[in-house]
Structure formats: C-alpha cells, structure tokens
C-alpha cells in the first residue's frame, strides 16, 4: 500500500512539474517572439527615418545652423546684458554686504552683552546659593561638631 502512494504522490508531482514547466515555456517563448517584432519593427523604423533623414539633409543643416545663429545671437545679448547688471548692481552688492556685515557685527554685539548679562546673573545666583548652603549647613555642622566632642568627652 506504501508503494502505491509513493507512485501517487510521483505522478501528481510530475503532472504537476509539467504544467508549470510548459507555462513556463510559453511565457518565455512569447517574450522572445514579441522582443523579436519590437526588434524588427524599431529596425524598419529607423530604416525609414534614415531615409526621410538622408532625403532632407540639407533642411535638416539649414534649420540647424539657422538655430545655431539665433543662439550665438541670444548668448551675445545676454552676456551684453548680464555685463551692463554687473556694472549697476555692483554698487548695490557693496551695499548689501556693508550692511549683512553691520547686522553680523551688531548681532555679535548684543550676543556677548547677552552672554556677559547672563553669566552675570548665574554668578550671583551662585553665590546666593553658596551663601544659603553655608547659612543653613553651618547650624547642622556646628550641632554635629558639640554632639561629637560631647560623646567623646563621655566614652573617654
């Protein structure tokens, strides 16, 4: 009875093997046949562009050269015209800069007085502090010196 499902189980793996190889195999083939017509069709394409290409060359080089001179054109004004900015805007840049630094030096400025008013503040409160630990450990530490002098002058 063993045997039997062990061949069972061997043909239903092989009938199930086989469609999947066999779908498999159809997919592939039908990705390389329509690679194969895209590959064909691009060709003819470019064939017949080639063509219609080599039959208008000479529109083809005059709308090219004709679109070079129109940008050597544009590229001349425009460096005409960036060069005549440079020359007005330049005393506007100095002026700008004059004043990005006056605002960085003035920033600098009340930035320290700020440091400096803070540092202050945390010094005093340092030393009001100190104070108050001296003022409040004092009692406690005087206590404890007498509570230790008087046990000892007790035990000894």
Known sequence: ?????????SESEKLTEKPFQKGWQNFIDGMKDGFENFKTSLEDQSKKNKEFLDQN???????????????????????????????ETKEQWD???????????NWQEKTQEKWEDGLKVFRKGFFRAY??????????????????????WLLG
Do not use: C, Y
Request: hydrophobic content about 50%; aromatic content about 8%; cysteine-free.
């Open 1 to 9: 009875m063993s045997n039997e499902n062990n061949l069972k189980d």
């Open 57 to 87: 060359a000479e529109k083809v080089n005059k709308f090219f050269e004709g679109v070079r001179q129109d940008w050597d054109k544009k590229i001349k004004k425009w460096t005409a015209d960036m060069e005549q900015r440079r020359l």
């Open 131 to 152: 104070l108050w630990i001296l003022i409040l450990i004092l009692p406690i530490l005087v206590i404890v010196i007498v509570v230790l002098a008087v046990m000892r």
């Open 95 to 105: 002026a700008h800069t004059k004043k990005i630094s006056q605002d960085f030096k």
